[in-house]
């Protein structure tokens, strides 16, 4: 069973930047993407970032392209998420989201991902 464990979040003013981090306890399915969502209150959870675990390609949701980036340990079944120029829109509890079976649809559909994180609070403010 996967588990996944997150940290770094915190409170930050417009402009700072925010490293979360995501270890996984029994991860082995490689053929996968995993990465991050995000869900502000009384919105939709939302695709943030997701990385390749056998690979290096990426994908980021379009609000976030050219500020965050995702990266991974495999050494140490890491998935980082680097967030700079954070803006109150940014604001959100992040989830570490991990795809455990073979799945042929879009990267940032939720049922893709089948092990969750409990969630780590980003706020900004301004």
């Known amino acids: 069973q996967v588990q996944l464990r997150e940290s770094g979040g915190g409170s930050v003013q417009t402009g700072g930047s925010l490293r979360l981090s995501c270890a996984a306890s029994?991860?082995?399915?490689?053929?996968?993407?995993w990465g991050w969502f995000r869900q502000a209150p009384g919105k939709e959870r939302e695709a943030v970032a997701v990385i390749y675990r056998a690979g290096t390609g990426t994908q980021y949701v379009d609000s976030v392209k050219g500020r965050f980036t995702i990266s991974q340990d495999n050494a140490k079944n890491t998935v980082y998420l680097q967030m700079n120029s954070l803006k109150p829109s940014d604001t959100a509890m992040y989830y570490c989201?991990?795809?455990?079976?073979?799945?042929?649809?879009?990267?940032?559909?939720?049922?893709?991902?089948?092990?969750w994180g409990q969630g780590t609070q980003v706020t900004v403010s301004s």
């Open positions: 989201a991990a795809q455990t079976r073979a799945f042929s649809g879009r990267w940032d559909f939720r049922g893709r991902y089948s092990s």
């Open positions: 029994g991860y082995r399915y490689t053929d996968a993407f």
